[in-house]
């Protein structure tokens, strides 16, 4: 099984790197890096090198896994899949080769962005791994889930659809829920639900009454490993806490393949021409 993965992550590797996309990319790479961390500027500290080139390994990760995903939805493909003993070797190699090349454009962008770049410490070049490479693994499955090689259905609706509903929970405030209960409270007394109309009376009156934004946490609970490493670089140091985010992020990385690969396994192949 290792051995089959291992020639299929070579494969889509080495095909993507040569083809068209994977010369854009490398463009993008070297015009980020122009913009980003141009020689002749001051020299960029140490929290701005980490958080900036995570952030493009994050979305670079995105974009090569739809890049991947997409070619290896090709029809070409089908002789692959019918000597495979498991769907989950292609999207485990899809996976895989997508990470390798945004480790390599990351890696190409980290060694340009040290030309008159930060003096990096032993301690910063350790904790580089774990910060770019956490948000990276969870962008490259969620594009999994955005990519026609892995949606069944309305897959990709619900998966997104739910990270849209907590985005947007992170920016509701209690006065906003207060508000919304109160006006359920009156409605459920004009119907004579009194015992309803109490309860969510008082609701809102705890939510009025609240200085901290309950709502908000709640929602935002999930994103909340990106928000800690992102304090963490800023501050130069982790607290006990937030030395916990990436590895998080890896278990949402997990949840979420498992998915992929239950969606893949269970889906009628309609490769593209």
């Known amino acids: 099984m290792i051995q089959r993965i291992t020639v299929l992550t070579r494969y889509f590797s080495k095909s993507m790197l040569v083809s068209l996309s994977g010369m854009l990319y490398l463009l993008l790479t070297l015009a980020f890096w122009f913009v980003f961390f141009n020689p002749q500027q001051q020299t960029p500290e140490e929290a701005y ?3 900036v080139i995570g952030g493009f390994g994050t979305a670079m990760a995105f974009l090569v896994t739809l890049s991947v995903a997409a070619r290896a939805n090709a029809a070409e493909h089908y002789p692959i899949m019918v000597r495979l003993q498991s769907r989950v070797e292609m999207v485990t190699a899809v996976l895989a080769s997508s990470l390798i090349l945004t480790v390599f454009y990351e890696l190409v962008l980290a060694l340009l962005a040290l030309v008159n770049g930060p003096d990096l410490t032993l301690g910063h070049i350790l904790e580089l791994p774990p910060l770019w490479l956490a948000p990276m693994v ?3 499955v969620l594009a999994l889930h ?3 090689f892995i949606t069944i259905g309305w897959s990709r609706i619900y998966v997104f659809g739910v990270l849209a509903i907590l985005l947007f929970g992170q920016g509701v405030q209690n006065d906003s829920l207060a508000s919304l209960s109160t006006s359920l409270s009156r409605y459920a007394l004009n119907q004579g639900w009194v015992g309803i109309s109490t309860r969510l ?3 809102a009156s705890t939510l009025s009454l609240t200085d901290e934004n309950v709502v908000s946490r709640l929602f935002g609970f999930v994103f909340w490993p990106f928000q800690a490493m992102a304090e963490a ?5 982790f607290t006990a806490n937030q030395a916990l985010a990436p590895a998080i992020l890896l278990l949402y990385a997990t949840v979420l393949f498992l998915l ?3 969606l893949f396994a269970n889906k009628d192949l309609e490769f593209t021409e």
Do not use: P, T, W
């Open 146 to 148: 955005a990519s026609d």
């Open 233 to 237: 670089i800023s501050n130069g140091y």
């Open 260 to 262: 992929a690969v239950d």
């Open 49 to 51: 090198y980490q958080l």
């Open 138 to 140: 969870v962008a490259a």
């Open 201 to 203: 009376e008082g609701y």
